[in-house]
């Protein structure tokens, strides 16, 4: 007997038989359906995500080094440390009158700028996923890090109002 299963059509309770989804009536969605699962299965590789970690992270000793830092048991300390200090709210989002919850800790000055304050508490700051990806924006065009940039001689601003207004000006200083 052949393995069948139901159509994948909501509301559709014909039976088709494998390796197909849809039946006959509804087939003309087959090839959007598997082309959808084929994007699936290339954003969930397991070969990109060993790509990014082993190649793009760690492309240099200097990001080796970096990263092996927040596997430390003192980044997980700290990071606990500055989530309970801020009550797991934003800094960033706070400075402009907005409540945002937040589960990231970050460095205010970049470890990449400025390695000595990697393990300094007052160097941390909780930060939201929108905040975080402008200032990692704004820390590309301050400071100079990020892939393919070189660090620039510039003053470190460790004022959380400051880099607020920066980040979110798309020009910098």
């Keep these: 007997m052949p393995r069948v ?18 039946c006959q009536q509804h087939y003309e969605h087959e090839a959007e359906y598997l082309a959808s699962r084929e994007r699936w299965a290339r954003s969930h590789d397991k070969h990109y995500t060993h790509k990014y970690n082993t190649v793009t992270r760690n492309r240099n000793e200097d990001k080796r080094q970096q990263y092996s830092f927040y596997r430390t048991r003192q980044w997980s300390h700290l990071r606990q440390q500055v989530l309970e200090r801020d009550h797991y709210l934003c800094d960033y989002c706070k400075v402009q009158g907005v409540i945002t919850p937040a589960k990231t800790a970050d460095h205010i000055v970049p470890i990449e700028f400025d390695k000595a304050l990697e393990a300094n508490v007052d160097n941390l700051a909780v930060i939201c996923g929108k905040c975080h990806r402008l200032k990692t924006d704004w820390e590309q ?14 003053e470190p601003i460790t004022d959380i109002n400051r880099i607020a207004l920066m980040m979110n000006r798309k020009e910098h200083d």
């Design 5 to 22: 299963r139901r159509c994948r059509q909501p509301g559709c309770h014909a039976m088709v038989n494998f390796p197909d989804h849809y």
């Design 141 to 154: 065009r301050y400071y100079g890090t990020g892939n393919g940039n070189t660090l620039k001689d510039v």
